[in-house]
């Protein structure tokens, strides 16, 4: 069965500084990746996929996640965080199996501090 | 503003009441989920329906009965829950595309159940 671990339950940051929250998965049989975001007292939102072709996807709000195949990761980047983007942050892999479901990870907290 | 939308958004009932909750997606997906997220633990995949058939249940217990009228309509309902059902319950849809459903998924805003 497929699993997602991610490495870091809370990453506390300072505005403006870079940021890397990590997302290992378990199966390299063909997968598709995402990264959902949840704010506070709201459900999840998609963030960002990966289901084909180039292996560096981003988002509208400038993040970044690349695909890394042989090291089974899909790490999610900002260069530059805000206060605004303090949420937690969920990787989630499908995994091309008839009958098969979404696969989420157990979530990392983003504080970003003033 | 989310597609998929979710009532109540808080709920309280005692370990006897029952109770029903809701969730409508406006978005034309054939497909609907229901979550439990509690702290610190993954998401709980607890029932997927697809076009209105259920087509998966996690051993949920049968306290939690859900009902899918049409695609539109999902609901979960509650009798005799103990405390540990405590959670944030998500919905979710997406349109699945024969059997495989590697589609992204809309979330709702959730309804915060607390048992007494």
Redesign the interface.
């Known amino acids: 069965a497929q699993s997602?671990t991610q490495l870091d339950?809370q990453v506390p940051v300072f505005e403006e500084a870079p940021v890397e929250l990590r997302c290992n998965y378990s199966s390299s049989v063909s997968v598709?990746l995402?990264w959902?975001v949840q704010y506070p007292?709201?459900?999840?939102?998609?963030l960002l996929?990966y289901?084909s072709g180039s292996t560096l996807v981003e988002s509208i709000n400038g993040f970044e996640a690349e695909f890394n195949k042989s090291q089974t990761s899909f790490h999610l980047r900002k260069p530059s965080v805000h206060i605004s983007d303090t949420a937690e942050y969920?990787c989630a892999v499908?995994q091309?199996t008839?009958?098969?479901?979404?696969t989420?990870?157990?979530?990392t907290q983003l504080t970003v501090n003033p | 503003e989310t597609g998929v939308t979710q009532t109540p958004r808080h709920l309280v009932m005692g370990m006897t009441n029952k109770k029903s909750l809701k969730c409508e997606q406006h978005l034309g997906h054939n497909a609907m989920y229901w979550y439990k997220q509690s702290a610190k633990k993954p998401l709980e995949l607890m029932f997927v329906y697809s076009l209105e058939e259920r087509v998966e249940n996690n051993s949920v217990p049968s306290r939690f009965s859900p009902e899918c009228p049409n695609s539109s309509h999902l609901f979960l309902h509650l009798h005799t829950l103990q405390p540990e059902d405590s959670a944030l319950y998500l919905c979710a849809s997406s349109q699945e595309r024969g059997a495989y459903s590697n589609q992204p998924q809309h979330f709702g805003d959730g309804t915060r159940l607390s048992i007494l």
């Open positions: 997602v339950s598709y995402f959902y007292n709201q459900g999840l939102q998609l996929k289901l969920f499908y091309e008839s009958g098969s479901r979404l989420f990870g157990e979530g």
